[in-house]
Nanobody
Framework: QVQLVESGGGLVQAGGSLRLSCAAS????????MGWFRQAPGKEREFVAA????????YYADSVKGRFTISRDIPKKTVYLQMNSLKPEDTAVYYC??????????????????WGQGTQVTVSP
């Protein structure tokens, strides 16, 4: 069983930065894809970024490309999402997710087996 615990959310002004962390516990993650998703009120959960645990290959939604950076720390079993140049439209609950099989379809929520509880990010104008 894999457990994911997010932290680092908060309130920030537009143009500011936040770094989210996702601490993973459980089995080895060499085959995993780790993803960040977000869900704003009244909207569907959407893909933000993903990283292959073994290769550190990264993928981003167009809306965050150039502003957000996903990374992982292998010894700490932690995935990070560095968010810069934040905009009010980035306001959402951010979720960390893990897919054991290294899916090709890393943007799809149903490909991920494990989810964290979420952390709120609020960007004020």
């Amino acid at each position: 069983q894999v457990q994911l615990v997010e932290s680092g959310g908060g309130l920030v002004q537009a143009g500011g930065s936040l770094r989210l962390s996702c601490a993973a516990s459980g089995r080895a993650f060499s085959t995993y894809t780790m993803g960040w998703f977000r869900q704003a009120p009244g909207k569907e959960r959407e893909f933000v970024a993903a990283i292959r645990w073994s290769t550190s290959n990264t993928y981003y939604a167009d809306s965050v490309k150039g502003r957000f950076t996903i990374s992982r720390d292998i010894p700490k079993k932690t995935v990070y999402l560095q968010m810069n140049s934040l905009k009010p439209e980035d306001t959402a609950v951010y979720y960390c997710a893990a897919d054991p099989g290294g899916t090709y379809y890393y943007t799809r929520t149903y490909e991920y087996d494990y989810w964290g509880q979420g952390t709120q990010v609020t960007v004020s104008p």
